[in-house]
């Protein structure tokens, strides 16, 4: 069912407005997961994931706090293997190849799927350094090569001209947009296949969000995104798919696990969702 | 081009870097043959002075006295020095914990950020660099010129050493004590002597517990504050701890290490053991106080 | 909220007089001893300087200031050149902290980033066992066990390899006469390594465990193996720190008395030969301290004045470079 622009506005959803819509005929198929299950220790943290995440899309997922989006999204790069508790039951397979078969080494995963945090993290190195970490443990020594990773990777993480001459500055002396936006162009230096997002602007004010928020449409045509955020005005902003994730609350155990209730195209998630959760809580009468 | 390669359709997730990898795994073994590095003197130290040591004691050794070196280990016994060392550490922990205590008490309940609170917590943290023998001759200096050799003289050296570690042990446990109980317990209406004594000192008295039992252990093993102050060779028991030279058994190993006599070196492998022993069992009364409050409190 | 008797134990309430009634006598006498603790510490400090100093005035004024340069150690002719001693004790803690070092980060290491807390934990207790072996046993085990077996198997043959080399052989070659000794410069600086392994491990792991979390994952998240994350991430933010860990390993090694005295061989030398004997500060100020008497005496004093001094100047770089290090972390 589409709805005038105007009509969006109303709905307080101006931004579903100005946008191009996704195509409803997804590309290639970049991680599916199937039934998917995230354990710490014998506490059943998320329960039964499954949907399939599409190449050149920016994905996001949604819910109210405890529901797990982050802790699905850190099974994607396998990042959760630093939790010793930390369990995976199910299938999660990155372009058919199963993440977490036996033999897969997590560092050539994360080497391809790429994280961006939600504090921005540079580390205690110059700028140049920073960007130049990743393309060094891979090998690269040429000074040549390198002097241009960084500047390209600079310049799509819109940060080559703010800091072009003082690239020995370290990497701390940056303010929070900028030092994010450090660490994205360093996840991007290793030019990854899939760049995760944890929650990337929650610590930024709104000009250095919408920067990031531009930035990632400019990506979006070399990289896949799959983006965790609280903000439901950037989900219908910059997604093209929309993945809502509830808690269950189990009343005997007093214990809280997330689930995946809905997942589709941004636009029937926010305008048209088929679950009355996904409802209540992009209406703003629940989260 | 590196797109090429990450954009390719086929994957393979195996190990492609494998000298990386390898030089990971290279790291960790290092580091595990540094500990095996560390281990095998201990655990050859902990051997001989096992092997050797249990052979020379029996229930005469433990319990009679100093024989001449030349005497074989069959002959007399350590009992002196156990004396020494027992009555001599007890001492020195009676005169230094209250005192470190106290010290620690003013430096995180009633200190501040005054610079007096500053000058006092980093000159106690220097304090615990100053090498032992600088104790020793402190107390000779001030205390042994004018009133003689005595076991007092050796709980005052021996307390020096005690003092710093205490009071930084014990700060750190007071720090642990949540603010919202002294909280509470100024707004019942107490005031902060009371505070101190009657609530955060009691939540935190395991932890001050066993830091001041592992600084009993560090202690009862040193050799040169008491050379200065006890100055050792006695061959019977003084059991006055205030007058009169004494012995210990640190010092009786020091004493009769260098000795080419076979019944004085056996003497001091047993001396040695005993000494192991007494630390030993300190040590794990330390602990045993620090996981029987962690279990109460879960 | 009600006047109930409980939220007032003291019956204060309602009376205006009692709210400002005088802190009772037992309270500032609690404080005052507190304070007087604390003041104590301040006050040992300056006891030790200043006792210890009045007791070597008469070396001083014997041999000067340039008794510290001069190397001459003849008590029996009045000659207390103390520079053999300085040398011994600069050399064995250098090699304490060389052998030591690397060994010890290594094991921090181990520690915060390979094992898990389970494993972790009785390793930890090892280490802290190595702590309570007294410094007289490391000293009994190594004059009796450790230096002979060392001089047979290890110098008798690196010393015969590198004879004649030009500096391992200064190093490691035949000292005068011919040999090679058991008790020795080097023997003193393996068992002091020893000795300080606990410490630098136990702060190098404090280090260590401040650097960030986040950090680490950023790493990890750019497909670090761990090696690769640890120099990346865990070195730069912690190397302040590390140094700081050296220095104090560095003075302790310096001050450890016992154990040196009895495997370093007693006899004064200044050479470059590790395997020979040699002496050092607290080691002949306890092995000549029971003989001695008028200048002798306040001589053996002045070298502890001394090794007072440069334990304390070393301990305040530590931690200065510690602070300095932990400072511009938290400022950046």
Known sequence: MEQSDQELTQLGLPELAHRDHAPSTPGTTIFSTDNVSIYYGSFRAVTDVSLSIYENEITAFIGPSGCGKTTVLRTLNRLNDLIPTARVEGDVRYRGEELYAPGVSPAAVRRRIGMVFQKPNPFPKSIYDNVAYGPRINGERKKARLDEIVERSLRQAALWDEVKDRLNKSGLSLSGGQAQRLCIARTLAVEPDVVLMDEPCSALDPIATGRIEDLMHEIKSRYTIVIV?????????????????????DEQSDTRTGVLVEYDLTETIFQDPHDPRTQAYVTGRMG | ????????????????????????????????????????????????????????????????????????????????????????????????????????????????????????????????????????????????????????????????????IVIRSTEEMLKLVPDVLRE????????????????????????????????????????????????????????????????ALSMLIFQNAESPYTGAQGRAWGAALTLIVIALITLVVARLVTSRVARLSQ | ???????????????????????????????????????????????????????????????????????????????????????????????????????????????????????????????????????????????????PWAQRTIYAPVAGAVKGVPILGNLFGP??????????????????????????????????ATVPVIDREGAYALGATRWEMIRGVVFPHSQGGIVGAVLLGLGRAMGETIAAALVIGSIPAITSHLFSTGYNMPAVIVNQFGESSGVFRSALLGIGVLLFVLTIIVNLIARGIVARSMARQRGA
């Open chain 3, 1 to 147: 909220m009600g006047r109930s008797q409980r939220a007032d134990p003291a019956g204060l309430a309602g009376s205006a007089r009692a709210l400002t009634q005088q802190r009772p006598l037992g309270d500032r006498i609690f404080q005052a001893l507190a304070l007087a603790a604390g003041l104590l510490v301040l006050a040992i400090l300056v006891l030790i300087a200043v006792a210890t100093t009045s007791q070597s005035t008469s070396w001083f004024s014997h041999e000067g200031i340039t008794g510290i340069f001069t190397t001459t150690w003849d008590p029996a002719h009045n000659k207390f050149g103390v520079l053999t001693f300085l040398y011994g004790t600069v050399v064995t803690a250098v090699i304490a902290v060389i052998l030591s070092v690397p060994v010890s980060v290594a094991i921090a290491l181990l520690l915060t980033e390979v094992l898990s807390y389970r494993w972790a934990r009785p390793i930890v207790y090892v280490i802290d066992l190595l702590a309570v072996v007294p410094s007289v046993v490391w000293g009994l085990w190594g004059l009796i066990v450790f230096a």
């Open chain 3, 175 to 208: 000292g005068t006469g011919g040999v090679v000794s058991g008790p020795s410069f080097f023997t003193a600086g393996v068992i002091l390594a020893f000795m300080i392994t606990p410490i630098v491990t136990s702060l190098s792991r404090e280090v260590i």
């Open chain 2, 1 to 164: 081009m590196a797109t090429a390669v990450t954009k390719q359709q086929q994957v393979d997730l195996r190990e492609p870097r494998s000298w990386r990898s390898a030089k990971s795994r290279i790291m960790t073994v290092l580091m595990v043959i540094a500990f095996v590095v560390v281990i095998i003197p201990l655990g050859f130290v902990l051997y001989t002075v096992v092997s050797k040591g249990a052979s020379a004691i029996t229930g005469r050794f433990l319990t009679g006295d100093i024989p001449f070196n030349v005497a074989p280990v069959t002959v007399g016994g350590i009992w002196p020095a156990i004396v020494g060392t027992l009555l001599i550490t007890a001492l020195c922990t009676v005169i230094a914990v209250p005192i470190g205590i106290l010290a620690a008490i003013y430096v995180n309940e009633y200190g501040g950020n005054r610079l007096l609170t500053r000058i006092i917590r980093f000159m106690a943290d220097v304090m615990t660099g100053v090498p032992s023998i600088i104790m020793g001759l402190f107390i000779f200096s001030i205390w042994v010129i004018h009133f003689g050799f005595s076991g007092l003289a050796g709980a005052l050296a021996l307390g020096c050493l005690m003092l710093p």
């Open chain 2, 184 to 247: 509470a317990s100024y707004a019942l209406g107490a005031s902060k002597a009371r505070v101190t004594a009657t609530v955060v000192l009691p939540a935190a008295m395991s932890g001050i517990t066993s830091g001041v039992l592992l600084a009993v252990a560090r202690v009862s093993g040193e050799t040169a504050p008491l050379v200065f102050t006890i100055l050792g060779g006695t061959t019977t028991p003084n059991y006055n701890v205030f007058t009169g030279a004494n012995n």
């Open chain 1, 229 to 249: 955020t609280h903000n439901m005005q950037q989900a219908a902003r910059v997604s093209d798919r929309t993945a809502f994730y509830s808690v269950l609350r």
